[in-house]
């Protein structure tokens, strides 16, 4: 896959998943905020495009059967995503009032790693999927890259929230 091919793929992922998410009810400053987030993991999600396809180095064989799943995980993964960033957004919005009560925390405490579950979940089945149709090399080379990649993106994000009080 080139790279411009690439961003053609990428730019149909993020429209479909853009259609899929739909609106939040929230303040016009929320909801911009949070269409901001949204357009930055969407840079994100083309640079993991870019570096999966630049990084695998499949044929075209390889590539029409590889594209399909990974294209699967990815919508898997804008969804997963756009349900932590409404977890975020209902943090930040105990955090402006103040105070995070007992089950306030133990809500998002359980969303939260529900969410880490389903992401190591999505990953798990991708790799298992995609090492049916890949080299065993090629499929720890993914492994490794997605988990490098989120490990990443996750410690950007973390180092925005603020800890709980």
């Given at each position: 896959m080139t790279i411009r091919s690439a961003t053609r793929y990428l730019a149909g992922v993020v429209l479909c998943a853009g259609l899929a998410l739909g609106a939040h009810a929230g303040t016009p400053e929320e909801d911009a905020?949070?269409?901001l987030i949204r357009e930055q993991f969407?840079?994100?999600?083309?640079?993991?495009?870019?570096?999966?396809?630049?990084?695998?180095?499949?044929?075209?064989q390889g590539a029409k059967r590889f594209w399909p799943i990974y294209r699967a995980y990815l919508a898997e993964i804008v969804a997963l995503r756009d349900r932590q960033i409404d977890t975020l957004a209902e943090y930040a919005r105990q955090l402006d009032a103040g105070w995070i009560d007992d089950p306030t925390a133990r809500t998002s405490l359980a969303r939260s790693l529900a969410l880490e579950q389903a992401r190591v979940d999505a990953r798990h089945h991708m790799i298992r999927k995609a090492g049916e149709v890949i080299t065993p090399i090629q499929t720890l080379r993914l492994y490794q890259l997605e988990l490098a990649m989120d490990a990443s993106i996750g410690s950007r994000v973390l180092q925005q929230i603020p800890l709980a009080k």
């Open positions: 905020t949070l269409g969407q840079d994100v999600d083309l640079r993991r495009v870019i570096e999966v396809s630049a990084s695998m180095k499949l044929d075209e």
